[in-house]
């Protein structure tokens, strides 16, 4: 297994991941309310594009890889179940920037219609899908994320049974920490990946601590809300400080999570891809955070064999 980072998409980037003793990096591209104004690279995808020969360099200059690419949290399916072509054109340019850094993985999520019926909406899911496996070609993995930002659904092994073998070649990035939000205080992670593993294509290192208050598609959603109307977010401060309290995602090793548990289903699975390190923590910041990134570094290589 290699072992490596999500950052900002900056090529500095790669010189704080050799500083780091990591092998790769990655980047998400999130629509502009998750990742910052739709002039940085951040968000939009023309402008990252742009920068891959600059990657390059840094690539060859550090020997730090571009390892993986996603967006998620935007939405790619209309009220009609049509693909959002403006949305689906800055997927094609990520995945021509994985191409053109030779990344390994490209992640994806789609969003639910909450117009549409369950059938309908996998039906809609599988054909966008379909066609993101075809533009990423046989160079370049697609991994479908399980997380529940953007209003994305496909996330448990209930979706799973109905898409995958659908959509021949696309796989799960897997973040065990995300299996909590329908897994409860233990999550779901042991059972999934004893299950799943074998459809793992990338794995997500996160931490978490969660209280049985804790309800983070609640949280999402407040956020949809404060974006969609500004000035809001003051309002709903107190409920999401309130509901903050019983969650976090501290450092992996210093969380809930059995790791040692979680790494020997990898190795049953004989999983051999990346893991990515996501620092996703508001009490974890600045030198703490700092501390904890290098914690998990070191907690999370001595489990590798």
């Known amino acids: 297994m290699k072992l490596g980072i999500i950052t ?24 502009p309310w998750m990742g910052g104004p739709n002039d940085s690279p951040y968000s939009n995808a023309g402008m990252l594009l742009s920068m891959a020969d600059a990657f390059n360099e840094g690539t060859e200059r550090t020997g730090v890889a571009v390892g993986a690419a996603g967006r ?10 049509k693909i959002i072509e403006s949305e689906f054109d800055e997927v094609k340019r990520l995945i021509e920037f994985c191409h053109k850094t030779h990344a390994g993985v490209y992640c994806v999520s789609v969003n639910y219609v909450k117009e549409l ?3 309908k909406n996998i039906t809609a899911a599988i054909n966008y899908l379909n066609k993101v496996v075809a533009e990423a070609g046989k160079d370049l993995d697609v991994a479908i994320v399980n997380c529940c ?10 979706q799973w049974k109905l898409v995958l073998d659908e959509v021949p070649g696309l796989g799960i990035k897997y973040d065990p920490s995300h299996s909590f939000v329908h897994g409860g205080v233990n999550g779901a992670y ?6 799943w593993g074998d459809r793992f294509k990338y794995v997500h290192v ?7 208050k804790q309800d983070e598609p609640k949280m999402w959603k407040y956020l949809d809300w404060a974006h969609d109307f500004p000035g809001l977010m003051d309002r709903m401060r107190p409920e999401i400080e309130e509901d903050g309290k019983y969650y976090d995602n501290p450092p992996a090793g210093l969380d809930v999570i059995n790791w040692r548990a979680f790494m020997a289903i990898l190795y049953k ?16 910041r600045g030198e703490l955070g700092e501390k904890g990134v290098k914690f998990t570094i070191d907690y999370i290589r001595s489990l590798m064999i």
Request: glycine share 10%.
């Open 190 to 195: 042991i059972e999934e990946g004893l299950g």
């Open 72 to 81: 998620w949290a935007s939405h790619v399916i209309d009220s009609e179940g």
């Open 149 to 158: 930002m953007g209003d994305h659904y496909i996330r448990t092994p209930e």
């Open 117 to 119: 019926s369950y059938y």
């Open 206 to 212: 996160k931490g978490v601590v969660q209280g049985s």
């Open 269 to 284: 699975h004989h999983y051999d891809g990346m893991l990515s390190i996501e620092p996703h923590s508001s009490t974890w």
């Open 8 to 31: 900002p998409p900056e090529v500095k980037s790669l010189d704080y991941a050799k500083s780091l003793g990591l092998e790769f990096i990655e980047m998400d591209c999130n629509c």
